[in-house]
C-alpha cells in the first residue's frame, strides 16, 4: 500500500493563538506521517466569508468547537479514509461534497490544511514545495505589527483590534538583509513607545494604544513615519495598515465611527482621508479602506493612490467575488486564507486567478495556522505575508530561505502591488 | 549501528521567543530523528560569561550570537557526533567537561544549553517516544494547574527601577477534576477579564504567539489606577463572577528586586506609591495571602532575604516561589532547605545549562519536599508542557492556553485514563496540605 494514504482522522477542540477557540485536525499515514492544523474564528470577521459551525450556548461565549471536532471525526474525516493525503484536489473535492454551513468551514479548513500536511510529511518534503511545486521559490516581503488598535476613539463594538498597522520592508536585496533592517526599526519603535507611554510593550506581546493616548491616529502615522526615518530606512520600509472599515461602519447612518479618530466620516471623507495617508505618510499597503460591498470605492481609491490596495474582507478569498473585483479594478491585490473558504483547492483556485491577472497576492496568517503561514505564502508565490517577518515566522522563512538557496527570489520593492512600484 | 546515535549537529541565529536573537541547535540522529531547540541566554550582557555568549559590538544591539553558533558547528557537535542521543547524562558529562571544567563559560551558556536539549529530543524522536515519556519514563502522568497571564506591570507608580514589566499577574485554575475542565474555566474566566479591560481602559492583551507559551497580560499603564489593590478586586470580581470563586485562584510573580533599594532596604512604588519597609512588605503579602485569592507567590521579598522567605512560607499558607531568590543555582536552593526559605523553586530549564544539571536541581527540590514550577523564558516554547508533564509539576507559569494548551490537551488524551491533573495538592502551602487532606 502506498505510504501516503491517510490512515486514520481525528480531531479536538483546543486554543488558538489569538485566544480564540480553535478547531484542531490530525491526519495520519499509512507510513506514520502525521499532519495537524487548526482553524478559529479571526480578530474582524467579514460578512462574506464562509460559514463556521460554533456550539452555540453559553460556554466559550457560544464559539466552541466541539461540534466542529465532531464533524470532522463522524463526517469529513471517515470519508478521508483510505484516499491518498498526497492527492490534495482528490481530498478537497470530496469534502466539498458535504455541505460547507452544516459540517462547518472551520471544520474543513482544519481538516484540509492537516491532509496537505500529511501529504507533504508522508512524501518527506517541505510543506511550501507540496503547494506550490518547483515554483515555489519565491520569498515574501516581511513586515511586522507595530501597532494595533482597540476601542480608542469608542463608536464600535465590533473592532477587535483593528486597524493593525505593520513595518513592511521592501527596498532590500533579501529576505534575510530585508528582516534583520526591519527588527532594527520594530526596537527603536519599542524604545519610543515605552517612552511615550510609560509601559513596556515589546513587538513579540503586540504593542496596543490605550484609549486616552492619542488625539487621533494620525499622531500615531507621524511617530510610526519619524521611527523609520530616524532608523535610516526611509523608501526602504514602509506602512501596512489593516483597517477593517467594515468593523466601523454603519449601514443605518453609512458613516464609518471610531476608525482613527472619534469624528464620524461619510465615505467621501474616507477616501480623500485614505488618498491623504498615501500621499503624505509612507503607507505602501492599505488592507480594506472601505466597508466590503463598496467596489466603486475601491477602484477610486486604487486609481489615486498608486500604492497596494488590499481586499481581505472585500474578497473574503471568495473566487466569483475577486473576478468581479478584478474586471473593475477594485483593489490590486488580494488576501489569500484558506480559512475563510474552506479547502486549499478552493483558494489554490483564488489565487490562481488572482496571479494569471496581475493581482497582487497576500498570505494572511491569523486563523491558527502559525508559522504554517509561510509555507503557504511561498507555496502560492505571495509576494507579501501577512506578520512574518520577525520572530518565528521570519525563523521559518530564514529556513525556506537557506534551503532554496542562491535562485531564492526576494521581490524588493517590485512586491508591493501599485504603479508606484511596478514597472507597468 | 543503533538508531539512536548522534549523526549530525548544526546551529544557526534565530529570533528567541522575546523577538531577541537566540540560537538554535539541531542533534540529527543515524534513523533520521531531528530535535530542535533554541535558547536565549538568561544571563544579563556585562557579566563575564557573556563575552561568549554574545558578540558584542553594533549589529543586532550587541546580541547576535554567530560565535556561540560557530562553537555548536566546530566545537561542541564534533565531540558528541557518534554518542546515542538517548544517553542523555553521558552526552551532557562530555559537554559539560570540553576543554576542561569551565566550558559553559568558554563555550557559552546558551550553546551547551541549546545543544544539550537538542540532545533530549532528538533522543526522544529517536525513539518514538513523546518528549515527556523520555524525560520521566512511566512515572511521567501529572498536568499542572492550568494558568494564564492577566496583568503586567510597569513602572506604575515611580520609583521602580527596572521593573520591566513587573508584576505579572496569572489566573490559576486548579480545583477542577481535570487539565482539560480547568483550562476550559480558565479561558471563561480570561475572555471575561479582557473584556473588562478593554472596555475599561480601552487596551488589549500581549499576544499569545505560536511559539512563546506566555501570553494575555494587559498592560496596565501610570496613572489608570490608584493602587494595585484596584487590580486585585478587579480580578477577585471576575472569577466570582464566572462562579469560580475557591476553584481559581491568582498567581503573581512580585520580582520585588527591581523595587528593592538594597542601600535603604526599602521597596519603592511597589503595588503602589511610597516606600516599604521588609517588616511592611512582609505584611502586604500576608494580606494578599489573607484577603484576596492569591494562591501563589513568587519573589515576594529581595533575593537576600532569605529568613524573610522562610517566614512566609511558614505562614501565609500559600506556595512561595524562589526565582532570582535561587536562581536556579543548587548551593542556593540548598541554603534555601535547610532554613525552609520559600516551598517551590522555579525552572527555566535552559538556564543553568544542560539538561542534566536541570534535573539534578529537580531531584534536590524534590528530595526536600519543595515544589518545582517550571517556565519558558529561556527558549524551552511549548516543549515546556512536556518538561513539565516529565517532571510531574504540580504548576506551571502562565502558560495553559494557546499552544501550550493545546499541548497539554494533547499529552491528557495520549496519556488518557492514566492522566492525573495536579488540582489543589499541585500548589505548595500549608493552606493547601489540608485542603488536599495530606
Known amino acids: 500500500m502506498k505510504g501516503s494514504i491517510i490512515r486514520s482522522v481525528d480531531a479536538m477542540a483546543g486554543f488558538a493563538d489569538n485566544g480564540q477557540a480553535s478547531v484542531i485536525a490530525t491526519v495520519v499515514t499509512e507510513n506514520g506521517a502525521v499532519g495537524q492544523a487548526a482553524c478559529c474564528v479571526g480578530a474582524s470577521v467579514g460578512t462574506n466569508e464562509a460559514p463556521y459551525l460554533f456550539d452555540g450556548g453559553e460556554a466559550m461565549g457560544g464559539k466552541g468547537v466541539f461540534k466542529a471536532a465532531e464533524s470532522i471525526k463522524n463526517i469529513l474525516g471517515p470519508a478521508l479514509i483510505g484516499q491518498d493525503a498526497a492527492c490534495q484536489s482528490r481530498c478537497d473535492e470530496i469534502m466539498l461534497g458535504f455541505d460547507k454551513a452544516a459540517v462547518g468551514a472551520n471544520a474543513m479548513a482544519a481538516l484540509s490544511c492537516a491532509v496537505l500536511k500529511a501529504g507533504a510529511n508522508a512524501m518527506n518534503i517541505p510543506l511550501y514545495r507540496h503547494l506550490g511545486g518547483s515554483r515555489a521559490f519565491s520569498m515574501p516581503l516581511p513586515e511586522y505589527l507595530g501597532a494595533s488598535g482597540s476601542v480608542r476613539y469608542g463608536g464600535s463594538e465590533n473592532a477587535g483590534y483593528q486597524p493593525n498597522y505593520y513595518f513592511i520592508a521592501y527596498d532590500f536585496p533579501s529576505y534575510k538583509e530585508a528582516t534583520e533592517a526591519l527588527w532594527e526599526v520594530l526596537m527603536n519603535w519599542e524604545d519610543y513607545i515605552r517612552d511615550f507611554l510609560g509601559v513596556k510593550m515589546t513587538y513579540t506581546t503586540g504593542i496596543a494604544i490605550p484609549k486616552g493616548c492619542l488625539e487621533n491616529d494620525e499622531q500615531l502615522w507621524q511617530m510610526m513615519t519619524r521611527i523609520i526615518n530616524e532608523s535610516g530606512y526611509s523608501g526602504r520600509i514602509g506602512l501596512h495598515v489593516d483597517m477593517a472599515a467594515g468593523c466601523f461602519y454603519d449601514p443605518e447612518t453609512k458613516l464609518y465611527n471610531g476608525l482613527f479618530s472619534a469624528e464620524p466620516k461619510n465615505r467621501e471623507q474616507m477616501i480623500e482621508l485614505v488618498v491623504k495617508m498615501a500621499e503624505e505618510y509612507p503607507f505602501v499597503v492599505i488592507e480594506d479602506p472601505l466597508q466590503d460591498q463598496d467596489f466603486e470605492g475601491f477602484v477610486e481609491i486604487t486609481r489615486r493612490t498608486g500604492i497596494q490596495i488590499l481586499g481581505d474582507d472585500l474578497y473574503a478569498t471568495d473566487l466569483e467575488r475577486l473576478k468581479k473585483g478584478i474586471k473593475m479594478g477594485a483593489g490590486n491585490a488580494v488576501r489569500i486564507d484558506v480559512a475563510h473558504i474552506g479547502t486549499i483547492a478552493e483558494a489554490a483556485e483564488a489565487a490562481q486567478y488572482a496571479y494569471e491577472h496581475n493581482f497582487g497576492l497576500y498570505g494572511g496568517a491569523e486563523r491558527g495556522e502559525g508559522w504554517s503561514s509561510c509555507d503557504y505564502a511561498v507555496g502560492f508565490n505571495c509576494a507579501i505575508v501577512q506578520n512574518m517577518g520577525l520572530y518565528f515566522g521570519a525563523n521559518r522563512l530564514l529556513e525556506i530561505e537557506t534551503e532554496i538557496g542562491e535562485r531564492a527570489l526576494f521581490p524588493g520593492k517590485r512586491g508591493i502591488w501599485g504603479k508606484r512600484f511596478q514597472l507597468r | ?438
Not at chain 2, 66 to 76: D, H, Q, T, Y
Not at chain 2, 137 to 150: N, Q, Y
Not at chain 2, 227 to 246: H, V
Not at chain 2, 371 to 398: F, H, K, L, Q, W
Open chain 2, 1 to 438: 549501528m543503533n538508531g539512536t546515535f548522534i549523526k549530525a549537529v548544526t546551529a544557526r541565529q534565530v529570533f528567541s521567543g522575546r523577538g531577541h536573537p537566540a540560537i538554535e541547535a539541531t542533534v540529527i540522529t543515524e534513523n533520521g530523528a531531528r530535535g530542535t531547540v533554541q535558547c536565549t541566554a538568561g544571563i544579563s550582557i556585562g557579566t563575564h560569561e557573556v563575552a561568549f555568549a554574545y558578540d558584542g559590538g553594533n549589529r543586532w544591539r550587541g546580541m547576535g550570537v554567530s560565535r556561540a553558533v560557530e562553537n555548536v558547528k566546530n566545537i561542541i557537535g564534533p565531540a558528541i557526533i557518534g554518542m546515542d542521543a538517548a544517553k542523555q547524562a553521558e552526552v551532557d558529562h562530555v559537554i559539560l567537561n570540553l576543554g576542561g571544567q569551565d566550558a559553559k563559560q568558554r563555550l557559552g551558556g546558551n550553546a551547551v544549553a541549546a545543544v544539550s536539549a537538542a540532545v533530549l529530543k532528538a533522543g526522544a524522536t529517536a525513539l518514538g517516544v513523546p518528549l515527556y515519556h523520555h524525560i520521566g519514563g512511566a512515572r511521567a502522568v501529572t498536568l499542572p494547574c492550568a494558568s494564564f497571564g492577566c496583568v503586567s506591570g510597569s513602572n506604575r507608580y515611580g520609583a521602580g527601577r527596572h521593573a520591566g514589566s513587573k508584576p505579572t499577574y496569572s489566573f490559576v485554575a486548579y480545583d477542577f477534576s481535570s487539565f482539560s475542565e480547568a483550562a476550559y474555566a480558565l479561558w471563561e474566566v480570561v475572555h471575561d477579564w479582557q473584556a473588562t479591560v478593554k472596555h475599561r481602559f480601552g487596551i488589549r492583551p500581549a499576544n499569545v504567539s505560536p511559539g512563546y507559551t506566555s501570553g494575555g497580560f494587559c498592560p496596565i499603564a501610570p496613572g489608570m489606577v490608584e493602587s494595585d489593590r484596584e487590580i486585585w478586586g478587579m480580578l477577585t470580581e471576575t472569577i466570582c463572577r464566572r462562579g469560580f470563586e475557591n476553584r481559581i485562584g491568582l498567581q503573581v510573580d512580585v520580582a520585588s528586586d527591581s523595587f528593592y533599594n538594597k542601600e535603604t532596604g526599602l521597596y519603592s512604588g511597589l503595588f503602589e506609591r511610597g516606600d516599604r519597609n521588609r517588616d511592611e512588605q512582609i505584611a502586604k503579602i500576608m494580606e494578599m495571602a489573607h484577603d484576596y485569592p492569591f494562591v501563589i507567590v513568587e519573589d515576594p521579598l529581595n533575593e537576600d532575604d532569605f529568613e524573610g522567605h522562610a517566614y512566609l512560607a511558614e505562614h501565609s499558607g500559600i506556595q512561595v516561589v524562589g526565582d532570582d531568590l535561587f536562581a536556579t543555582n543548587p548551593a542556593r536552593v540548598e541554603k534555601g532547605v535547610t532554613m525552609g526559605t520559600a516551598n517551590c523553586v522555579l525552572l527555566k530549564v535552559n538556564q543553568i545549562g544542560s539538561i542534566s544539571e536541570s534535573l539534578e536541581m529537580i531531584h534536590l527540590a524534590y528530595a526536600n519536599g519543595y515544589g518545582v514550577m517550571p517556565c519558558s523564558s529561556r527558549g524551552e516554547n511549548t516543549d515546556i508542557c512536556d518538561y513539565s508533564v516529565g517532571i510531574n509539576a504540580g504548576t506551571i507559569r502562565e502558560s495553559c492556553l494557546g499552544a501550550p494548551g493545546n499541548r497539554f490537551l494533547e499529552i491528557e488524551k495520549e496519556l488518557g485514563p492514566r492522566a492525573k491533573f495536579a488540582g489543589i495538592s499541585g500548589i505548595k502551602g500549608k493552606k493547601f496540605e489540608r485542603e488536599a487532606g495530606r
